[in-house]
């Protein structure tokens, strides 16, 4: 038995395990077993091998950022839930390979941001994949609903940069971020926050919303359709919060009101 493999069994033992393990017995303890952490065998050896000969803080530096660069994408949107499947709540975010499993019973709307496809499952185990669900055991029926593909799953990164470059720029150059074909936002916000809506391409029209505690649906989205509230269509808006901003335009054929989600879904920038 290696010296690593021993004293990762050591450390596994309730009667050996002291409050506060260092570093390095942290890492080795993970990557002795990595599979009860979820990590790939493949993985847990380049960083076991990257661990000799290093300090105690970099083995901890070198397992979070191989944690968080194996994490898999959120690629769909809870839409709507019928029952109470486990580990998953209507308006959540989900990543490619969950796993829920529905009751006879339990139905889940699942909106796809990259593909622009929205499922209606009906019992059965559901695979969460990049464009679409496997559904087994289960039935499926699926529609594409007009979206901006892609544009959705802009990291905060991207969209906080495009809202700078407008903000730096003012009107000369708009760079807009995302088109909406629902004339009503679902916006995605941090927290209760007052919004702050110009249009750009026909100075004169703006709105401001004051976003409190009882109109934020799960913790984050405000949803204009609820309010009784749509913006023009065709129009090309800034909507601000604070230092977060962003710049989308409203198609020239959107509806008010509830249309699909992932067409009128509006991820507000989060500042770094």
Known sequence: MSDSSFEADRYSNAAYCPKVLPGRAIAR????????????????????????????????LLLAGSLAASAPPQVALVEDV???????????????????ELGADDRIVLGYMSSCMRE????????????ESEVRSGKVTRIKVRCDPGKLLLSTRQGQAAGMAFRSAESAALSVSVTLYGSSPLVELKAPATLRIERVDRPGERQVVDVNDE???????????????????GGVYRMSSG??????????????GNTPVLGRLLRLPAPE
């Open 215 to 233: 109109q934020i649906l799960n913790g984050r989205f405000y949803d204009f359709a609820t309010r009784g509230k749509h913006l023009a269509a």
């Open 120 to 131: 209606t499952i009906t019992g059965g185990t559901v695979t969460v994949g990049k464009d």
């Open 29 to 60: 303890r993970v990557f002795a077993r990595p599979w009860r952490f979820g990590i790939p065998s493949v993985l847990s050896k380049q960083v076991t091998n990257a661990m000799r000969g290093i300090g105690t803080a970099t083995p901890l």
């Open 82 to 100: 019928t029952g109470k499947p486990a580990g998953v709540e209507l308006m959540d975010y989900v990543e490619v390979g969950k796993v829920i």
């Open 243 to 256: 230092q977060e901003a962003i710049v989308f335009k409203i198609d020239s054929h959107a509806k008010p």
